[in-house]
């Protein structure tokens, strides 16, 4: 599988990116996909999954970002508005196979900026 994120950009504090994710490989749609960043000097977090079982945010995103999937297409998007300076990291897709403990596949990283 190889994943290639997009989307990223310079964006004022207050305004909305969307980032997408595309996948290769035929069984994408069973595959948790999730979107991680890393802002400079801390360690990488995970930001939103979509799996089988539902979707999950961290709590500084829930109600700002929203994560979506397009299984036909192999894609994966992360809607992020009302962006605050602090979203400013590079952000990664990733995919995860069923069963895995962890994410196997990852993409290259797009990176968002978020000016006050």
């Known amino acids: 599988v190889q994943l290639q994120a997009s989307g990223g950009g310079l964006v004022q504090a207050g305004g909305s990116l969307r980032l997408s994710c595309a996948a290769t490989?035929?069984?994408?749609?069973?595959?948790?996909m999730g979107w991680y960043r890393q802002a400079p000097g801390k360690e990488r977090e995970l930001v939103a999954f979509?799996?089988?079982?539902?979707?999950y945010y961290i709590t500084s995103v829930k109600g700002r970002f929203t994560i979506s999937r397009d299984n036909a297409k192999n894609l994966v998007y992360l809607q992020m508005n009302s962006l605050k300076p602090e979203d400013t990291a590079i952000y990664y897709c990733a995919a995860k196979r069923p069963g895995s403990s962890r994410y196997d596949y990852w993409g290259q990283g797009t990176l968002v900026t978020v000016s006050s």
């Open positions: 979509s799996s089988g079982t539902g979707i």
């Open positions: 490989g035929r069984t994408f749609s069973s595959y948790e």
